[in-house]
């Protein structure tokens, strides 16, 4: 190993909390009990928190940390942190390092400050964060992270985590019942496993500070479209520009030492667009690392003078910003549970995994939708690269060919994978992979995994991913009650997955998801399509989606009708936001940039006629920079107006957002339609705020 790979050996991981690191600190029975409640999810004997907790406060001093605390992820899509510092005062006047087991295992913030959907009130503030064992800690910015989950005095998740690590042992008790179906007496646990591909932009940060809009909003309001876009297609995969190889380079290496095996990195197809991929790990780790590397990208950018975008749409009329949520599940041993094999129509096993998987997106594929609903990733579904809105499975040539042995009994390819021959003889043939890759599917079968697509850049993959193992849990489950009352499991096996794959097989298209005419062939199927956030919110309460998430205890009913007013009550907050800060960037900047364009065109107008001459397309410009600027005073007095009539909305929370989504964003519309206009026309010295151009090309 040379120096150079041997450094960046030593960095990762350092620091962390890890079991190398507790197999070295820890006695080695308190690391046995340790590592075998994080292996089979069970609590922690108090006493064997006191002695983690010490060698936990020692590493961590050691590695400069005054401070430590718990850390969780509320209802905000963001993390949460209070810091409490080690330190505890003697009776001589000086001060001693002290952590106890009990400050290791549970925190106390305000329950009431965050969103709750009404399950908490200000006179009801207490709550409780609680030590999550399988997600280690680690020191950064002095200060040790303890991952938490986060619940309410009363013991209702008010978090992002809680229903994640329920979900997730739902799952794997489901899947322990297929398999012992199956002869696996071995397995112990099914880790529901995760590999999330995060894109975001990177701009100058002088520029990003001159915008209001990015600064309040993650996006542009306003920008006219430049001359150049994404439509050469030299950005993707492209050589990376000096500033921002230094950026990834130091952002590799801040994730490094904190664990997160940040693998992949290359351009996006968009300017100015980028995208980190970590490698695979279980889904309550990949959430905490996903968390992370959003907080560690806008931190890097900072040192390197940039400002790093997460929204789902920073700029209109180029690629979004998405997270694609690798998807598989894998035994403790590590056996890939979705792993075709070389014959995977001989692989019942497989099948009946996939047929799970399939029924569940089909028969809850609302739920599924409300899972990646939002304001900003409405901006993105359906435009661009982005997959629409309505939900089906890619599955290729060679599963859904394995679908139509199964149903006719007749099949049309021999299951084997082929060689793909480049043609050049100094070029190696290259053996072919089972399926294609169809960039335009939402959820999409990539070899041993499902790549659901929907997820937005900034959203946390903890919610998608609890609803996925909910529903795949809720599927399987039907399907071992069966085979465990069958006479004939094998037989009965056969049976079931026919039956799955006829009556689900209305999810599976391998075709252009961007094509007009699937949006007609998928309202034939009766497959949703649902656009917007407002639309989808239902989904949310919807009795079936409620009726699994409580069977599998991974929300309650109050839970689930909780996260339907945060949302709805979410939308309304971002959508208002945005429209106020058209109105201040609007009213106090752009129409007085067009009044002093106006007043510049008279006056040349003016002047042309006092020397006795004229000029028709000076006159014309005063003319198209008096109408656009007509239209947006008007256009503004409009969107003034609707913002403030939404304060009379007295309705359920579903009707103010739908306000918001009819009346609120067509106003906006027609304000940016007009600015936008303006800025193509005024004079770019007089123009307010950096353009598209500005802010795409010059990194």
């Known amino acids: 190993m040379d120096e150079k790979t041997a450094s960046v050996a030593d960095k990762f991981g350092s620091s962390v909390f890890n079991e190398a690191t507790m197999r070295e600190r820890l006695p080695k029975v308190i690391f046995k009990q340790l590592m075998k409640s994080v292996q089979e999810g069970t609590s922690i004997d108090p006493a064997i928190a006191e002695v983690v907790a010490n060698a936990m406060k020692d590493w961590a001093l050691e590695k400069g940390a005054t401070h430590f605390t718990h850390w969780f992820q509320p209802m905000t899509g963001i993390t949460a942190e209070k810091h409490e510092a ?10 001693i390092m002290e952590f106890s087991g009990k400050e290791l295992i549970k925190g106390e913030p305000d329950a009431s400050s965050f969103p709750s959907g009404g399950l908490r009130a200000t006179f009801e503030a207490r709550g409780y964060t609680a030590w999550d064992v399988t997600s280690n800690a680690f020191v950064k ?67 990003y500070m001159q915008r209001p809009d990015l600064m309040f909003t993650g996006r542009t309001l306003f920008g ?83 400002a790093c975008l997460l929204h789902e749409k920073p700029f209109a009329g180029v690629n979004g910003s998405g997270k694609h949520n690798n998807w598989s599940m894998a035994t403790d041993a590590g056996k890939n549970l979705l792993e075709p094999g070389k014959t995977p129509e001989s692989n019942a096993k497989f099948l009946v995994f996939l047929s799970a998987v399939l029924a569940a997106v089909d028969e809850y ?241 003016a002047a042309l006629k006092a020397a006795g001459a004229s000029n028709a397309a000076v006159e014309e410009v005063l003319g198209e920079i008096s109408e656009s600027t007509t239209d947006l005073k008007s256009s503004l007095d409009c969107l003034v107006r609707t913002v403030a009539d939404a304060e009379q909305v007295h309705g359920n929370v579903l009707e103010h957002a739908t306000y918001f989504r009819d009346q609120v964003i067509p106003c906006m519309n027609t304000v940016r339609t007009a600015a936008d206009r303006l800025e193509g026309i005024v004079d770019a010295a007089i123009w307010p705020f950096p353009t598209y151009a500005d802010l795409l090309f010059r990194v």
Request: aromatic letters at 6%; hydrophobic letters at 40%.
């Open 141 to 207: 910015d002095q200060t040790l992270f303890i991952p938490t989950a986060f619940c309410s005095y009363t013991g209702e998740a008010l978090d992002l985590k809680t229903p994640l690590l329920r979900s997730m042992e739902s799952l794997s008790k489901q899947a322990i019942r297929i398999l012992r179906l199956f002869g696996d007496e071995a397995t112990q646990r099914v880790i529901t496993t995760m590999g999330p591909e995060q894109e975001y932009f990177l701009v100058d940060e002088k520029l």
């Open 365 to 605: 594929s609302g739920l599924l939708r409300a899972s990646v609903a939002s304001a900003a990733n409405d901006h993105r579904l359906g435009a661009n690269e982005a997959p629409p809105a309505i939900i089906s499975v890619y599955l290729g040539e060679q599963l859904t060919d394995v679908l139509d042995q199964i149903e006719t009994g007749v099949a049309k390819s021999n299951g084997k994978p082929s060689t793909l021959r480049i043609g050049v003889s100094t070029l190696p043939s290259l053996p072919m992979d089972t399926s294609d890759r169809n960039r335009t599917s939402p959820f999409a079968f990539t070899g041993n995994k499902f790549e659901f697509r929907m997820v937005g850049s900034s959203a946390s993959i903890a919610t998608p991913n609890f609803v996925l193992n909910t529903i795949v849990a809720e599927t399987l489950s039907r399907i071992a009650d069966r085979l465990e009352k069958a006479k004939d499991c094998e037989s009965e096996v056969n049976v079931v997955v026919k039956e799955l794959l006829r009556k689900h097989r209305r999810i599976v298209f391998n075709g252009n998801n961007y094509a007009g005419e699937w949006v007609e062939e998928a309202k034939r199927r009766g497959l949703k399509n649902l656009r917007t956030t407002v639309e989808t919110m239902p989904e949310l309460i919807a009795p079936e989606n409620v009726e699994v998430l409580a069977k599998h205890c991974v929300l309650s009913a109050v839970e689930s009708h909780s996260r339907y007013e945060i949302m709805a009550e979410n939308y309304v907050k971002i959508v208002n936001i945005e429209a106020l800060t058209m109105v201040e960037m609007s009213g106090r900047r752009i129409l007085p940039a067009a009044m002093k364009a106006l007043r510049q065109a008279a006056d040349t107008v």
């Open 86 to 95: 080690f330190i505890a005062p003697t009776e001589d006047g000086k001060a």
């Open 224 to 306: 006219a479209k430049p001359p150049k876009g994404q439509e050469l297609e030299d950005q993707y995969f492209g050589s990376l520009k000096e500033r921002v190889a230094d950026y990834m380079h130091d952002l590799d290496e801040e994730l490094w030492k904190l664990g997160v095996s940040a693998r992949t990195k290359h351009n996006e197809v968009a300017p100015a667009q980028h995208e980190l991929a970590p490698i695979f790990n279980s889904a309550n780790v990949a959430t905490d690392h996903n968390q992370l590397t959003m907080e560690v990208m806008k931190k890097v950018a900072v040192r390197h003078g940039l």
